[in-house]
């Protein structure tokens, strides 16, 4: 019998908001525990949530981009359970009346495009988190309590396990985009939890599903799906039945295990928040952040394509983090040649960056200072070789191209007298050169050209130097 | 007479004549309370000295100053679930026997920036739940007209500091008739603005849908000083009303004529003390005679209030009081086995049996299988009930009610029998279902010399005129003068 998995995701996306969703504190990740935590974030008693107009804001604008339905009327609920990380012993969330539904998102795979859609995107608060490995026993750090968060829940459309990553990097792709999450995966800014269940191909009923929570990675992400997929297979060949379970994956040891089945699922008991109104939007509100969306990943790949005539690859490459767009974009406007530009953003910095342990959100150099330096490799102040040089520099130091080139010497040599003098000096050293060359071998131009440039330390400018040398052993030859 | 004995807008004359100083007025209230509180037991923590040192502050600036707002150096007290930053606040429970909280209720910010002077907090049912006060952790407070009765509850403490004059006045909260039912009990004015019209903020929540701070007088128009210094929009509480500043005296004395108050026959059913009958008909000849017309109205569904009531009051409460686990503050098990079970222990032995009751009911009527039962049907009566009140005042312009059906009952007489106690609620917990205001004022006494207390109601935002159908009674009655004789037997 031939299976396929069926995958539905939820994703809690962390919103980029300056502060909580329902208090003034900031909402800054890595300080100190239990600094960013005030009477109503701690759910001390008699405190009251008043929500933050940037969360409605920044919900609906990613419930646009991922091409949903904003509701008129939503409200919040409670979602009540006990747990030392969340303080007032309920989340507040959304539950039957979310902000968004019905959306879509297209992904690509092997050349094929397909829907996923959004079933719905509501709003909650985020938990604390737990410290376990304190001397003092196990201690609770609220400062995350409060943080807001959108999860995003889909329809089960997703077949692989590379559907589910395409989809899972579209989405957050297009989330950081619009700017209302920096998606910072390694900071828990952006979290999935996985709905799997294999059948027959074909059939039109669902199987059982089990559900892994708190992926963090894309590659936590697949390796889970295939894991997963494969154990569910094998039970199901060997004729037993999947159990409606809730499984932990365990990335270290790429394995997952079971966490609470279905009969040990909380009854979180949910009903309408009371001290909060309900969320009332209306078309001109809605019409408004509309309005305000930036450019897509879509639309801006076709328009590099139509506007820089760049080869697709590169639209693709450049489009498909907003960081290395905007990038892109702000050096295209000082320093109008997209091609140079795109050659150096795809293949000189990503290495540099790797090296240094950087990504292009905290890219050392700016883009006004790539623009100066390839001008100076375009108008032939510094050849490519030194070029690259200086781009290393810059990553060091953090200095202007310009004064690099000026401190380390490294400008052209393109005055010809000085070439020459040196020229003549290198091809009267090198007879078994000029002999080859007179021989017919052409090669060893260039091995003289290698002479040259490592006499001036690479300074000397291809062109010229290439000429003069053509110029003295034609001398030479008679 | 006593300075300690009179009115807020006596003492504000006095004080305005310079006639007397803020520090013998609260002098006065102090000694009241030295004199007094062992026999009533209405406070769980007193401020004294703090409030004697305040009034000699005032005493200093008041000097050089010719404006006081109204309700300058004039000493109060409030309930013991409103924060109060540096001064314990138990909810009468033991759940928070020590808890000092790092905020205060914008009621007490309020009230510090008009210049009231904080005498201390009043006993009360744990977490509010209770109509006796004898669900408080520490102490049962004394009805001051015969020490053995309860004075209602569940802000009793509240009730007894204005009927006692140990407080010019004092704040308490309404989630189904806590400041309208201990007030008639009595004898003084309680009102329970409409749902919004003071912040939440800071009030410990027991059904936040429902819950509402108001205030505990000695006549009607100290009632509209006190609405004056509290009602107001709160950034802090998305559920507070964003509306004009008004001022609640204006209109005060402007009388009833033309005016036309409903008569509900739901309000006199079974259960209903013969002597309270008699004073509502008694007020109603009142008001017939200053001009007002009495009307007939009825409602559809009130019967069905109570139990609706109980389902959303509880169902807010079980997901409230869930933030008490012993984790972060207050009351902690000692010992314990893991975490569930600090969680168990810690409530079980920090929440009194009344609140564990409503958890229990309200966290079975949230249940998964039986919400649709219980709290979406609750919630479906309470859409049915706020209609009733809309017809109902599309013929009249307050309704005429008894507050409870009777008088204060005996100490230990219902704690038995939690249905008989909830019973006792009748009256008052379809106004907060519908978050209409409500106010009830003494209505005369009964054949044993205990208070009866009238409660008037009307549409949303309707204080005004409710003020100015209380006020219009009192005058002619002139009640206000009966004083509690804080003896056993009267």
Known sequence: MEYEMVIGMEIHVELGTKTKIFCSCPTEFGQDENTHTCPVCLGMPGVLPVLNERVVEYATKAGLALNCEIAHFSKMDRKNYFYPDLPKAYQ??????????????????????????????????????????????????????????????????????????????????????????????????????????????????????????????????????????????????????????????????????????????????????????????????????????????????????????????????????????????????????????????????????????????????????????????????????????????????????????????????????????????????????????????????????????????????????????????????? | MELSQKTIHEINDLLEKKEVTVTEVTQSVVDRIAAVENKTAAYLSLQTEEALSAARGLDAQLGERKKRTPLEGIPYALKDNMCTEGILTTCASKMLYNFNPPYNAHVYDRLSEDGGILLGKTNMDEFAMGSSTENSAYQITHNPWNLNKVPGGSSGGSAVAVAADTAFYTLGSDTGGSIRQPASFCGVVGMKPTYGLVSRYGLVAFASSLDQIGPFTKDVEDCALVLNAIVGHDPKDSTSLNLAKKDYTKDLKQGVKGMKIGVAQAFFGEGLQPEVRKSLEEAMAVYKALGAEIVDVSFQHLDYALSAYYMISSAEASSNLARYDGIRYGYRAEEFDGLVDLYRKTRSQGFGEEVKRRIMLGTYALSSGYYDAYYKKAMQVRTLIKDDFNQVFGGCDALLTPTAPTTAFGIGEKTSNPLEMYLTDIYTVPVNIAGIPGVSIPCGLDNNGMPIGMQLLGPILSEETLLKVAWAYENEKGLKNLKAPLETEV
């Not at chain 1, 079971?258 to 009371?274: M, N, V």
């Not at chain 1, 020459?420 to 060359?437: F, G, L, R, W």
Request: charge should be negative.
């Open chain 1, 92 to 478: 507040t969330s959304q539950f039957d009346l979310p902000i968004c539904t019905g959306g879509v998102v297209e992904i690509e795979v092997e050349g094929k495009k397909k829907d996923i859609g959004i079933t719905r995107i509501h709003i909650e608060e985020d938990a604390g988190k737990l410290l376990h490995e304190s001397a003092d026993g196990t201690l609770v750090d609220v400062n995350r309590c409060g943080v807001p968060l959108v999860e995003i829940v889909t329809e089960p459309d997703m077949r692989s396990a590379e559907e589910a990553r395409v989809f899972a990097e579209k989405v957050r792709n297009i989330l950081e985009y619009t700017g209302v999450s920096d998606c910072k995966m390694q900071e828990g800014s952006m979290r999935f939890d996985v709905n799997l269940s294999i059948r027959e191909k074909g059939a039109d009923v669902l199987g059982t599903r089990t559900e892994m929570k708190n992926l963090n990675s894309f590659r936590a992400l697949v390796r889970a799906v295939q894991y997963e997929s494969k154990r569910q297979i094998i039970e199901l060949k060997k004729g037993h039945e999947i159990i409606q379970e809730t499984r932990k994956w365990d990335d270290t040891k790429g394995v997952s295990s079971s966490l609470r089945s279905k009969e040990e699922a909380q009854d979180y008991r949910y009903f309408p928040e009371p001290d909060l109104v309900p969320i009332v939007l209306d078309d001109a509100y809605i019409e408004k952040i509309k309005s305000e969306l930036p450019e897509l990943p879509e639309a801006k790949k076709l328009r590099y394509i139509a506007q820089y005539k760049l080869p697709e690859y590169d639209a693709g490459v450049l489009t498909a983090s907003g960081v290395t767009a905007r990038f892109f974009e702000a050096a295209v406007a000082i320093y109008d040649e997209p091609k140079q530009i795109s050659n150096w953003l795809m293949v000189e910095i990503p290495p540099l960056l790797k090296e240094k342990e950087l990504t292009m959100e905290n890219i050392p150099i700016k883009p006004e200072q790539l623009a100066e330096l390839l001008k100076l490799v375009k108008d032939g102040t510094i050849n490519g070789t030194s070029g690259k040089e200086v781009l290393k520099e810059m990553f060091n130091s953090g200095k202007n191209p310009t004064d690099i080139v000026k401190e380390q010497g490294l400008a052209q040599v393109s005055d010809t007298g000085e070439l020459e003098a040196i020229i003549e000096k290198i091809v009267a050293d090198n007879p078994k050169s000029v002999e080859d060359i007179g021989a017919g071998n052409d090669k060893a131009y260039g091995f003289l050209t290698g002479q040259v440039m490592k006499a001036t330390k690479g300074k000397a400018n291809p062109q010229v130097a290439n000429k003069i040398i053509r110029e003295v052993v034609a001398k030479q030859l008679g």
